[in-house]
């Protein structure tokens, strides 16, 4: 009977042999280290995003003489209300906190190159579509941070050239951020989550056509490819479990610990906080802007801080596998990339003194410097590491590798040969 | 532990040494129904003349404890479901103190500092050597003292007042968060049980892998 009906549906949609493709038959490297948990557990706050966001919609109000009390209401009068908007809430936390790892490992790895350039590129805009969606999302309990983060941001597009004034009064459909901004971030905050499944979804046709990269960053052979399901989807429901238990200590034991105390206060246009600071997801970037003395500079800064990742498979041009597990100087940045990171999350959380700007300015410029000297830095590492010879293991790793495909390739040959 | 890890740890950790600069004292916020009565009880009478605390209905108090022949001496006529709205009009209290005294709902969870800074702010009225009530924590405040920490108490005095403070603080912390309790237990379990289950994957995981040579 199930045969059945499997067989119906086979001859009217590809069931069976996408079930194979992608799940049971899909070939992954045997070697995938935890780093590679973070892809999964993306998808999975995705979907608890979205699953917590609609049932918190059916009780919000996008009003601004509504919507503060509306998310009070949730908090103390919905059933598990309270639950809904902390797991929301820190979820936007979870969410950065499991793609700015994801890309960490892209990058350590040196996961993006060739051949999955569109991977990474697809994974870009992601990240892009999610600050979009994070920062709409940010405005709408209508605190006091809230409404003076989506001011200065949105004021930022003044430096539009020509049509500035005209283009941040278009976003925010008034002359100051008011009720009609704040319908319209719900709106899209609404719907970008959808455009955001629509995008993870060309990114894991990319990723089916390309494969996982791996550790060793040689594309292994059929012997070290084992089947995603079951190995991987165990793999990555124990990590599942681990991601949830860390989750839940932030939910249920300190769900303020990310909230800023003055978006606890109703937003106020005629009182200015002491000082306006983002998420902390976006500290880094705030900083970036904050450091460049010139508006347009600083946008224009901020804007190329995030995008300078899709450049990097065009900046890196060392031939050595792996990304950082063979290139002592590309690891060396990384690490020092990954501190310049934090040292201006901190710049940008800080109130600015004379002091933490120029500690700024110098963190900004190692943040570009970093990316600007990997060209060359990866040329030299690679003619050095070559002249001193690569360590064993990764010769004996790709000459087996090259055996193997070889063999396999011969083999092809001779049937097809065989055949014709 | 590999050094990636490491530094994703520090970079973690580093969040939480950016705490508020100004020096708060600590309070231990009571969780239990007799002080956090006690602290309603002081509310009512030292703040709530001005202080509304729109997000909290009379029916609240009762439905968490606190005795209903309190709640019905503080409500009057007015019907259960009426949140805690100050007893002067907004108007006035702005024409008395040239500012609008602010909603106590969630107080405990708008300053830097959460309860401590309330505490703290409290406590931090005095009388200056020209024999002007200041406070050290907000100076520009609008509010005169409540508590009479001015009156240079002595040390019995003192007590007392801290005291209530603490009493006050511990009653707008559970306002400010109401679900606590809950929210707490519940968590206990879900860890629980999200343990368990990570064992088990992780047991299976071995399992299924052991496959491979």
Same mark, same amino acid.
């Given at each position: 009977?199930?045969? *059945?009906?499997?067989?119906?549906?086979?001859?009217?949609?590809?069931?069976?042999?996408?079930?194979?493709?992608?799940?049971?038959?899909?070939?992954?490297?045997?070697?995938?280290?935890?780093?590679?948990?973070?892809?999964?557990?993306?998808?999975?706050?995705?979907?608890?995003?979205?699953?917590?966001?609609?049932?918190?919609?059916?009780?919000?109000?996008?009003?601004?003489?509504?919507?503060?009390?509306?998310?009070?209401?949730?908090?103390?009068?919905?059933?598990?209300?309270? !639950?809904?908007?902390?797991?929301?809430?820190?979820?936007?936390?979870?969410?950065?906190?499991?793609?700015?790892?994801?890309?960490?490992?892209?990058?350590?790895?040196?996961?993006?190159?060739?051949?999955?350039?569109?991977?990474?590129?697809?994974?870009?805009?992601?990240? !892009?579509?999610?600050?979009?969606?994070?920062?709409?999302?940010?405005?709408?309990?209508?605190?006091?941070?809230?409404?003076?983060?989506?001011?200065?941001?949105?004021?930022?597009?003044?430096?539009?050239?020509?049509?500035?004034?005209?283009?941040?009064?278009?976003?925010?459909?008034?002359?100051?951020?008011?009720?009609?901004?704040?319908?319209?971030?719900?709106?899209?905050?609404?719907?970008?989550?959808?455009?955001?499944?629509?995008?993870?979804?060309?990114?894991?046709?990319?990723?089916?056509?390309?494969?996982?990269?791996?550790?060793?960053?040689?594309?292994?052979?059929?012997?070290?490819?084992?089947?995603?399901?079951?190995?991987?989807?165990?793999?990555?429901?124990?990590?599942?479990?681990?991601?949830?238990?860390?989750?839940?200590?932030?939910?249920?034991?300190?769900?303020?610990?990310?909230?800023?105390?003055?978006?606890?206060?109703?937003?106020?246009?005629?009182?200015?906080?002491?000082?306006?600071?983002?998420?902390?997801?976006?500290?880094?970037?705030?900083?970036?802007?904050?450091?460049?003395?010139?508006?347009?500079?600083?946008?224009?800064?901020?804007?190329?801080?995030?995008?300078?990742?899709?450049?990097?498979?065009?900046?890196?041009?060392?031939?050595?596998?792996?990304?950082?597990?063979?290139?002592?100087?590309?690891?060396?940045?990384?690490?020092?990339? !990954?501190?310049?990171?934090? !040292?201006?999350?901190?710049?940008?959380?800080?109130?600015?003194?004379?002091?933490?700007?120029?500690?700024?300015?110098?963190?900004?410029?190692?943040?570009?410097?970093?990316?600007?000297?990997?060209?060359?830095?990866?040329?030299?590492?690679?003619?050095?590491?070559?002249?001193?010879?690569?360590?064993?293991?990764?010769?004996?790793?790709?000459?087996?590798?090259? *055996?193997?495909?070889?063999?396999?390739?011969?083999?092809?040959?001779?049937?097809?040969?065989?055949?014709? | 532990?590999?050094?990636?890890?490491?530094?994703?740890?520090?970079?973690?950790? #580093?969040?939480?040494?950016?705490?508020?600069?100004?020096?708060?004292?600590?309070?231990?916020?009571?969780?239990?129904?007799?002080?956090?009565?006690?602290?309603?009880?002081?509310?009512?009478?030292?703040?709530?003349?001005?202080? #509304?605390?729109?997000?909290?209905?009379?029916?609240?108090?009762?439905?968490?404890?606190?005795?209903?022949?309190?709640?019905?001496?503080?409500?009057?006529?007015?019907?259960?479901?009426?949140?805690?709205?100050?007893?002067? #009009?907004?108007?006035?209290?702005?024409?008395?103190?040239?500012?609008?005294?602010?909603?106590?709902?969630?107080?405990?969870?708008?300053?830097?500092?959460?309860?401590?800074?309330?505490?703290?702010?409290?406590?931090?009225?005095?009388?200056?050597?020209?024999?002007?009530?200041?406070?050290?924590?907000?100076?520009?405040?609008?509010?005169?003292?409540?508590?009479?920490?001015?009156?240079?108490?002595?040390?019995?005095?003192?007590?007392?007042?801290?005291?209530?403070?603490?009493?006050?603080?511990?009653?707008?912390?559970?306002?400010?968060?109401?679900?606590?309790?809950?929210?707490?237990?519940?968590?206990?379990?879900?860890?629980?049980?999200?343990?368990?289950?990570?064992?088990?994957?992780?047991?299976?995981?071995?399992?299924?892998?052991?496959?491979?040579?």
């Amino acid at each position: 009977m199930a045969n *059945n009906i499997m067989n119906w549906i086979d001859e009217r949609f590809p069931l069976t042999s996408f079930v194979k493709h992608d799940l049971t038959d899909y070939p992954t490297p045997r070697n995938l280290s935890y780093w590679w948990n973070f892809g999964f557990l993306a998808g999975i706050v995705l979907v608890l995003q979205l699953i917590t966001g609609i049932f918190l919609a059916m009780h919000y109000k996008a009003d601004v003489a509504m919507s503060f009390d509306s998310i009070q209401h949730i908090m103390r009068d919905v059933n598990y209300g309270w !639950l809904l908007r902390y797991m929301h809430a820190t979820g936007a936390s979870a969410f950065f906190f499991v793609i700015f790892t994801h890309m960490a490992r892209t990058l350590y790895y040196g996961s993006y190159r060739a051949p999955r350039e569109l991977l990474w590129w697809t994974g870009q805009g992601l990240l !892009l579509l999610l600050m979009a969606t994070a920062f709409m999302g940010y405005l709408l309990p209508w605190g006091q941070m809230s409404f003076w983060g989506a001011t200065v941001i949105t004021n930022l597009f003044k430096a539009t050239p020509f049509i500035g004034d005209q283009v941040v009064i278009w976003l925010r459909g008034d002359y100051t951020v008011g009720d009609a901004t704040l319908t319209r971030f719900f709106a899209l905050h609404y719907l970008m989550p959808f455009v955001i499944v629509g995008a993870v979804v060309i990114h894991l046709v990319a990723l089916h056509s390309v494969k996982s990269s791996n550790p060793s960053g040689i594309d292994l052979a059929a012997k070290d490819n084992i089947p995603f399901h079951p190995y991987f989807t165990i793999k990555d429901l124990y990590g599942l479990g681990i991601f949830l238990i860390v989750y839940s200590v932030f939910v249920f034991f300190m769900p303020n610990s990310l909230m800023e105390p003055a978006n606890n206060i109703p937003a106020n246009p005629m009182v200015t906080p002491n000082h306006i600071v983002p998420e902390w997801y976006f500290l880094p970037f705030y900083a970036i802007l904050r450091s460049v003395p010139n508006m347009v500079g600083g946008v224009i800064a901020m804007g190329l801080s995030v995008m300078l990742f899709a450049f990097m498979p065009f900046l890196d041009r060392s031939r050595i596998p792996g990304g950082a597990r063979y290139r002592p100087f590309y690891r060396l940045q990384f690490y020092l990339f !990954l501190i310049d990171m934090v !040292l201006l999350g901190w710049v940008g959380y800080v109130h600015p003194t004379d002091q933490t700007i120029l500690i700024g300015q110098v963190a900004t410029f190692v943040y570009f410097a970093s990316f600007f000297f990997v060209p060359m830095i990866s040329k030299m590492e690679e003619s050095w590491l070559i002249k001193r010879g690569l360590p064993a293991e990764v010769m004996v790793l790709i000459d087996s590798e090259a *055996n193997e495909i070889a063999k396999k390739q011969l083999k092809k040959n001779q049937r097809n040969g065989v055949q014709s | 532990m590999n050094v990636f890890l490491k530094v994703a740890l520090l970079c973690s950790l #580093s969040v939480y040494a950016w705490g508020s600069e100004e020096k708060l004292d600590k309070v231990v916020v009571e969780k239990d129904l007799p002080s956090i009565e006690r602290g309603a009880e002081a509310l009512m009478n030292s703040c709530h003349s001005c202080h #509304s605390l729109k997000y909290i209905k009379y029916r609240d108090l009762i439905a968490f404890g606190i005795s209903k022949q309190k709640v019905d001496g503080w409500r009057g006529e007015q019907p259960l479901d009426t949140p805690l709205m100050a007893q002067m #009009s907004e108007a006035d209290a702005e024409q008395a103190f040239s500012t609008k005294p602010p909603d106590l709902s969630l107080m405990t969870k708008a300053r830097d500092g959460d309860e401590n800074y309330l505490y703290s702010y409290l406590l931090a009225y005095y009388t200056t050597a020209e024999g002007v009530v200041s406070n050290h924590i907000f100076p520009t405040t609008k509010m005169p003292d409540p508590l009479g920490m001015s009156g240079s108490p002595d040390a019995a005095q003192h007590a007392v007042i801290e005291g209530q403070a603490r009493d006050i603080v511990s009653f707008l912390s559970w306002a400010a968060d109401p679900h606590e309790a809950e929210r707490l237990q519940l968590g206990k379990y879900i860890i629980g049980y999200l343990l368990v289950l990570t064992a088990l994957f992780y047991l299976v995981k071995k399992q299924i892998w052991a496959r491979l040579k």
